[in-house]
């Protein structure tokens, strides 16, 4: 949402400053969030993490805790037999960290929200698999974090995190199949997180990553239809048609 502050010439820095806050609140995305259509089915984008942990209370980056995560948009369709749109994912984790560690769990927001009646028919229930199989609604992030729309780790647990994942210097595969009400055809995701275990820094060996991702970017090898096997017998029917007619002419 773009607003033109000429107008707001005579107004007070703390006036302004309440103009800007309202302009802000009314952009229902935040600069970061990542938007996906039904068209965007075969493009990508990439969230590089940093690594950080709580020491003596006060959040501290850790040196050498990395890692990152390409999403690829595998679906995105409607079954209006169940009312539910379904949007498909594949992400790939690579711990990128100089340090002994481990990624043990992944979680963004999405808006809208999937559906969380965990009591929902099975059709209705978002799910991954892969290096991560249990996917949790609403869970809990430390490190002042709080409450995520989704994450998805090893373990029931609210706190997203678990055994598994992916150690430093290795990558794995995940598929999310996230499960909509109703016909959508946007969606919005941003808050990219990471949760990191198994390393040692200060005391330390449990901490949290963020990250910003990058532009969305097309399906490189798109799809391109395949002739019709009509197509050969109508251009030898139109050859053969034109040779007849030059010998009719001559």
């Not at 090898?221 to 010998?247: I, K, N, Q, Y």
Request: charged residues 10%; glycine residues 12%.
């Amino acid at each position: 949402m773009l607003l033109s502050f000429s107008k707001f010439r005579g107004l007070t820095s703390a006036a302004l400053a309440t103009v800007a806050g309202l302009a802000f609140l009314l952009d229902p995305h935040p600069a970061s969030a990542i938007q996906l259509t039904t068209g965007d089915i075969g493009s990508s984008f990439t969230v590089i993490f940093n690594g950080q942990a709580d020491i003596r209370n006060t959040l501290t980056t850790v040196p050498g805790l990395t890692s990152k995560i390409t999403y690829t948009v595998t679906g995105f369709s409607f079954d209006a037999g169940t009312n539910v749109t379904s949007l498909l994912l594949t992400g790939l984790l690579e711990n990128t960290s100089t340090i002994a560690s481990r990624v043990s769990g992944v979680a963004f927001d999405t808006d809208p929200d999937i559906i969380q009646d965990k009591n929902a028919p099975p059709s209705q229930l978002s799910t991954v698999s892969g290096v991560f199989t249990n996917l949790n609604i609403l869970g809990i992030y430390p490190n002042g974090i709080g409450t995520v729309d989704l994450c998805a780790s090893n373990s029931n647990g609210n706190g997203c995190s678990g055994n598994g994942g992916v150690t430093d210097g290795q990558s794995g595969s995940f598929v999310l199949d996230l499960k909509y009400l109703g016909n959508i055809s946007s969606v919005s995701l941003d808050n990219f997180l990471v949760r990191y275990q198994s390393f040692n820094f200060r005391g330390a060996s449990s901490g949290t990553g963020t990250g910003t991702p990058g532009p969305l970017v097309p399906n490189p090898d798109p799809v391109v239809p395949e002739p019709s096997p009509l197509f050969p017998t109508l251009a030898l029917g139109l050859c053969l048609g034109g040779a007849m007619l030059f010998r009719r002419t001559v």
